[in-house]
DNA sequence: GATGAATGAGATTTCATTCAT
DNA sequence: AATGAATGAAATCTCATTCAT
C-alpha cells in the first residue's frame, strides 16, 4: 500500500458501502463496486476483508485525530459545546446516521476481534483523554466548578453514546434532546462556574437542534467536496 | 408453535447459542445442535431464522416482565439501587457478559430489521417507563427532590446503557465503576432528599463490585435449574 | 452417510472425474458433474474435498480386500502369478491407466497429507502381506525354494510399482515387460522348486500382453454392470 | 533468457520453492520471494509457470550429465555400487526428501503434460543408458556374468524407484534396506562374477546407511558454496 | 530489464430454506 | 410433528497472467 490515494479510495468506498449495506451485510464486493477497480485489487492490497476493515478503523482514528486538532485553540466552555454536538447532532442527518449504525454493528464485533477492540480502545482512549483535557482546562480556567475530570468524562461520553444508540438502534430520536437537555441538568449546570455559561448558542438546553455545520463528510474529514466529485465522474460512467 | 414447552426449548437453546456464538455468526444449526430436535423443525415452528429471533426478543420481553413486577413492592430508593445494578453488574460475570454481546449485535440490527425494532422499542418504552414510575413514587413519597422524571430516566439509562457498550465492546472494566460513581456523583446525590440516602449497602459509591446475586440465569427468567437439568441430559446422550 | 448407495454414487463419480480429471486438477465440480446430485451435497456428506478423497482411499481399500479373499484358494504359484498380472496388466488398457495416473498423483500427497498417508500405508502393509503369504505358503508346499518373504516381496512390489510408474509417467510401455522378464529372470527362476513353474499361460516371459481380464472395473469392485447401467441413464438425461 | 546467471537464480528459487511448497502447492509468487526480483519478471523470462518448470526439468537433466560424467574413470563394480547409493540414500536426508517429493508430484504431471514428459523421457532414456553402460563394461571386464543388460536395468531401476517412492509416500523406511538387500540377494549375488565383489565398503547387505557423502546439494550440481551464500544475502536484506 | 498494480476466472465452502417421507 | 437429504445463491479468497510505466 505504497499509494495514499489507492488507499483514500479504498477506504471511501469502504465508508459509502457501509452506509448503505451496513456492517453485518457488507461484501467484498459491495466495496469494489464503489471504487474503479476490482474486487481482487482488494485483497491484493488487503490480506483479507478483516484487514481491511481493521485498516479502516485506523483510518478514521487518523481523520479524527485532525478534527480534534482543529478545536485545541477554542476556549474550554466553546470546546466542550463542540464536543456536545459532535455526538448529539441532530436526528435527521440520515447519511451520517447510517454510518453510524453501520460503526455500531463493527463495534459489537470488538469482543470477537483483538484487532478491531483494539483500534476501538485507543479510539476511546484518545475520547476521553480530549474531553479530560478539555475539563482540566476548565478547571485552570476557573470556568469549571471543582469536580473530578475522569468520571465525569466517563458518565458524558458514556450518556452521550447511550443516547446515540438507542435512538438509532430503536428510532427514539427524543433520546437526543432528553440527554442534551439532562446533562445540562445534571451536570453542565452544576459544572459551570457562576460567572460561565455555555455560549448562548449553544445552550444544549434552548438549542432544539444542530445547526447541521457540521456534515456528514466530517465522519471522513476535510477533502469532502473532491471526493464527492469524484464518485460523481464514476457514476456517470 | 401450540406447544409452550417447545418453544421454551427452542429460546433457550437459541439463549445458549447467542451466547457461544454470537449473533452474526449464529447459525440455524447452532440452535437446532443445543435442542433435541432437528435444524429442519425450527422452520416448521419459525417461518424464517428472523422469525425466530424476533420471537426471541418478545420473549425476553415476557421475562423482563415478570423480574420487573418482583421489585414492585420495594421502596423508591430501594428499587432505584436495583436498577442501577440490574445495569451496571460487575464486569467478571462472563457468561452474562457474553449474552450481552450478542444481544448487542442484535440491537444494531434494529435499523435493517422492523420487526427487530419494534421489540426493542417496546423494551425500551418498559424499562423507561419502570424508572420513571420509581422516580416519582421517590417524588411523592417526598424521597426525591425535584426533578423532571423523563429526561432524568433518559439520561441514566443512557448512561448506563453506555457504559455497558463501552465496557464490552473495547473491553475497558473501569466504565462500569466510573459511571456508577459519576451518576453518584452528579445525579444521585442531588435527586436524593436530604434525608433520604441509597440502602448502605447499595451506595453506588462505596460498593466496589456487584454482589452477584443477580446471575447470569436471570436473563432467562426464574426457571433455570430445571432448565440445566434439561441440557445435562441432552449431553448425555 | 446412511445411505450405503449415497456413498458408493459419491465413490464412483469420485472415481470418473479423477480418471477424466486427474488429481490435481480435481474439483468438487467435476465429481458433482458426474452424480444426479448438487455440489452442495458433497459437503453434506462430507465436510471437505480432501475429507471426500480420505473416504475414498478407504472404499478402494475395502473392495481391494474383496478382491484378495477371491484368490485365497489358489495354489502359491497360481496366487503368484495372478498377483504379478495385477500390477504389469497391459499398457493398452487407457481406463485404468488414467486412474492410475490420477492415483499416483493422489500418493504424492502422503507426505503432505497425514490421512492420506494412513490409508496408503494400510494399504502398502496388506499388500506386502499378502504377497508375503503367497511366498510362505510356497515355501511350506514345496514349491518355492528357501528365501526371505520379506525381502523378497518388498523388491517385487518395489519393483512392480517402479514399472509402472514409470511406463506411466514418461510413456515408456517396454518397462513393463522387462520388467516382467527381469523379474522371471533373476527372482521367480531361482525362486520356483525344480519341479514347480509358472503356469504355461502365465510365465512373465512368454505372455506378451495381459488378456484384458481384469478389466477397468475391477479398480471399484464387482459391480461394476449395474454401474455403467447408472452413468448410461444419467448421459442419456 | 540470455543471461546464464538469471536463469540460474531463477532455477535455485524454483528448487527452494519446490522443497517447501511442494509441485501442487506451488505459486509463481512462491518462487519470485527467493528471488531478489519480482514476480513479474519470471513472466518476462518465462511465458508461463508451466514454461518455466519445464525450463527446471531441462536444467535439472543438463547438472546430472556433470555428475554422471565424475564416475566415467571408475571400474563398472565401483560405478554400480554409487548408482545403488545414488537411489538408495538414507532417510534421515530431509532436504532431498522433501525435494524428490515435489518432484515425485512434478512427475505424476508426466501423462497431462507433453513438455514434461519429454524430460522425463530424456531423464529416463540417460539413466538406463548409463547403467547398461555400466552392466556392459563390467560383461566386457569379465566383472560380471552373463545375462541381458536391458532387462536387468530395467529391473534395478523399477525397483530403486518404486522402494524410494514407497518409503516418501507412505513413509516407511524399511523400503530402502529391504530393496537394497533383495536386489544383492536376488541380482547382484548372481550378477557378479566369481572372482568379483561389491566394494568391501560398499556391500548392499552390510551397509547399514548411506554414508551421507552426496549430499542435498547434489541434487543441484556443484556450485553449491556460492549458491548458498546468494541465499544468505538475499536474507539479510 | 524490471515492477507494482490490476484482473478474470475460478475453487471451496457456507447456510437458510425446502421437500419428500 | 419430525427429519434427512438436498440445493441455490452467495461470499471469500487465490493465482497465473497482463500491462503501463
Given at each position: 500500500m505504497t499509494d495514499?490515494?489507492?488507499?483514500?479510495?479504498?477506504?471511501?468506498?469502504?465508508?459509502?458501502?457501509?452506509?448503505?449495506?451496513?456492517?453485518?451485510?457488507l461484501t467484498a464486493q459491495d466495496i469494489a463496486d464503489r471504487?474503479?477497480?476490482?474486487?481482487?485489487?482488494?485483497?491484493?492490497?488487503?490480506?483479507?476483508?478483516?484487514?481491511?476493515?481493521?485498516?479502516?478503523?485506523?483510518?478514521?482514528?487518523?481523520?479524527?485525530?485532525?478534527r480534534v486538532a482543529e478545536t485545541r485553540d477554542l476556549p474550554p466552555v466553546e470546546r466542550l459545546a463542540t464536543f456536545v454536538d459532535w455526538f448529539l447532532y441532530g436526528p435527521g442527518e440520515n447519511d451520517?446516521?447510517?454510518?453510524?449504525?453501520?460503526?455500531?454493528?463493527?463495534?459489537?464485533?470488538?469482543?470477537?476481534?483483538?484487532?478491531f477492540r483494539e483500534k476501538l480502545r485507543k479510539s476511546d482512549d484518545?475520547?476521553?483523554?480530549?474531553?479530560?483535557?478539555?475539563?482540566?482546562?476548565?478547571?485552570?480556567?476557573g470556568e469549571f466548578r471543582d469536580h473530578?475530570?475522569?468520571?465525569?468524562?466517563?458518565?458524558?461520553?458514556?450518556?452521550f453514546d447511550g443516547a446515540r444508540i438507542r435512538q438509532l438502534t430503536i428510532g427514539r430520536?427524543?433520546?437526543l434532546e432528553e440527554v442534551r437537555e439532562g446533562t445540562a441538568t445534571w451536570v453542565f449546570d452544576d459544572l459551570l462556574?457562576?460567572?460561565?455559561s455555555f455560549p448562548a448558542d449553544r445552550d444544549p438546553r434552548t438549542l432544539p437542534e444542530n445547526d447541521?455545520?457540521?456534515?456528514?463528510?466530517?465522519?471522513?474529514?476535510?477533502?469532502?467536496?473532491?471526493?464527492?466529485?469524484?464518485?460523481a465522474e464514476r457514476d456517470r460512467e
Open positions: 495514499p490515494d489507492v488507499r483514500t479510495s479504498i477506504m471511501r468506498a469502504a465508508y459509502e458501502a457501509l452506509c448503505e449495506h451496513g456492517y453485518t451485510e471504487t474503479d477497480k476490482s474486487k481482487s485489487l482488494l485483497f491484493y492490497h488487503y490480506d483479507s476483508k478483516e484487514d481491511l476493515l481493521a485498516d479502516f478503523l485506523e483510518f478514521l482514528f487518523e481523520r479524527f485525530d485532525d451520517r446516521q447510517s454510518f453510524h449504525v453501520a460503526m455500531l454493528e463493527l463495534r459489537t464485533q470488538g469482543p470477537y476481534n483483538d484487532r484518545q475520547l476521553r483523554e480530549i474531553l479530560e483535557e478539555i475539563l482540566r482546562d476548565g478547571l485552570e480556567a473530578d475530570p475522569e468520571t465525569t468524562a466517563a458518565v458524558l461520553i458514556a450518556a430520536d427524543a433520546y462556574a457562576e460567572d460561565a447541521h455545520q457540521h456534515r456528514l463528510a466530517a465522519d471522513l474529514g476535510a477533502d469532502t467536496r473532491e471526493a464527492d466529485d469524484e464518485t
